[in-house]
């Protein structure tokens, strides 16, 4: 198996596609704005995130195997990795994709980081409950960060309308029945972990599905499962989106019992062995299903190299996840309703927005030019953009905002306290004047 930090020497900056690192660097800022990497030169970032390495023996340098994965293109991924494969796929229960798109076909960059988000904003669209949509990418960058991309059947992420199946080349580190409570982290791919973490997007603390099993419990569903299959050399979880069959009465809470530690976020689960019985046994045919799904697993990606019908659902705004979840989550919960008061909308902001309503897709510039303008008119905090735009507030935050603050051409309100809970955004007169 190949270590993701073996540095590749032929293959240098040429091979990355620079959107993709801009759109990391850009996350990387708005999570450590005060970061002294963030004024590095692209190669020595790269460097310092260990995406890019140095044979010191040779003085030879190039992209790490980490690097290639995150930033680089599909097409040259597979020059490295010939089973490299990236999958979504979602169905209504019948055998026709409602939406699927792979790393083949063409219409994006094909690497993990970009997989990664795309997949965040669909799942965060179609899952109301936060708290599930969160466990979901949980799933999704363990998934990631613990795939053995040298191995045969790629990385597959399906959607039903009943469970999740996310399915990975690569047998566990640790013991299966240990995963839901392991707190030693066991790495694959350590450098590949460090590149999400330093976005905050994972720990090294070996917790991510503990956290998962234990809100599965809370929300009352199926216990989730994990299957290996050692000839296939493949890790199935899936993640069922059923109620337990047999609910726990009031009589029965002193056989199990799920407590809430003082910061909110720890759970506690006392089970007794009949209650464990019993979730065996409400289990026993997503074990069944997942066997199944592993034997059709080669066969299904063998059909060659398919390229999807429907790939103008590829989302543009693919990077509209914040990163920095507490400001994000600090924002939300001083400005709970996120609502905007529609009288307090000038008629002119309206006018000014109105071709980012009616057109879901226009170019950056385009973007930019209206936010410019509206901002000429008045300061407006982030919920009213949302409003004006009719896009999501993270999306209009990272795409947009984030880039006209580096740039000089907008100024905060705030400028010494970035989670004030009235924080808006004005035009910055001084660019003009330059």
């Not at 590749?8 to 005060?34: C, M, Q, W």
């Not at 199946?165 to 790495?187: C, E, I, R, Y």
């Not at 897709?361 to 009213?384: A, D, G, T």
Request: net charge negative.
């Amino acid at each position: 198996m190949l270590q993701d930090n073996l540095i590749l020497e032929h293959y240098g900056l040429n091979e990355l596609n620079f959107d993709t690192i801009k759109s990391y660097r850009d996350r990387f800022a708005e999570v450590k704005p005060a970061h002294p990497w963030n004024a590095l030169e692209t190669k020595e970032f790269l460097y310092k995130v260990g995406a890019w390495g140095k044979v010191r023996d040779t003085h030879k340098e190039g992209v790490t195997l980490a690097g290639l994965l995150l930033f680089s293109e599909e097409r040259i991924i597979t020059e490295v990795l010939p089973q490299y494969f990236l999958e979504y796929r979602e169905s209504k229960g019948n055998e026709e994709w409602t939406e699927r798109f792979t790393s083949q076909d063409g219409t994006w960059s094909g690497n993990i980081f970009d997989f990664y988000f795309h997949i965040h904003e669909i799942v965060r669209n179609s899952e109301p409950q936060p708290s599930i949509a969160s466990s979901l990418t949980e799933v999704l960058i363990n998934m990631l960060i613990h795939a053995d991309y040298n191995g045969e059947g790629g990385v597959i992420l399906e959607k039903q309308p009943s469970h999740y199946v996310f399915s990975n080349p690569g047998l566990l580190l640790v013991p299966t029945d240990s995963v839901f409570s392991n707190t030693v982290s066991q790495l694959r791919n350590p450098n590949i972990v460090k590149l999400f973490s330093l976005l905050g997007l994972c720990e090294r603390s070996g917790s991510g599905l503990k956290k998962v099993k234990q809100n599965w419990n809370l929300h009352h569903y199926k216990t989730p499962v994990i299957d290996q299959d050692v000839s296939m050399h493949r890790t199935v979880v899936m993640l069922s989106l059923s109620t337990q069959e047999r609910q726990v009465s009031s009589s029965e809470k002193d056989t199990y019992n799920t407590s809430i530690d003082d910061s909110g976020n720890n759970f506690k689960d006392v089970e007794t062995d009949s209650y464990n019985k019993n979730e065996y046994s409400c289990n026993k045919e997503l074990i069944e299903e997942l066997k199944s799904y592993n034997n059709d697993v080669y066969s299904f990606n063998k059909e060659g190299n398919y390229y999807n019908k429907e790939s103008n659902l590829y989302n543009n705004d693919i990077n509209s996840y914040n990163n920095n979840h507490n400001s994000c989550n600090n924002e939300q919960g001083e400005n709970s309703s996120n609502l905007v008061n529609a009288e307090n909308i000038d008629t002119k902001l309206w006018d000014i927005a109105a071709l980012a309503r009616e057109k879901k897709r226009l170019s950056p510039n385009q973007m930019e030019h209206i936010i410019l303008e509206l901002c000429k008119e008045k300061p407006l905090m982030l919920k009213e953009f949302a409003y004006l735009l009719e896009r999501t507030p993270d999306g209009v935050r990272n795409n947009y905002l984030t880039k006209l603050l580096r740039k000089g051409q907008l100024q905060l309100k705030y400028p010494n306290q970035p989670n004030h809970p009235k924080q808006a955004y004005l035009f910055n007169k001084k660019d003009i004047e330059k």
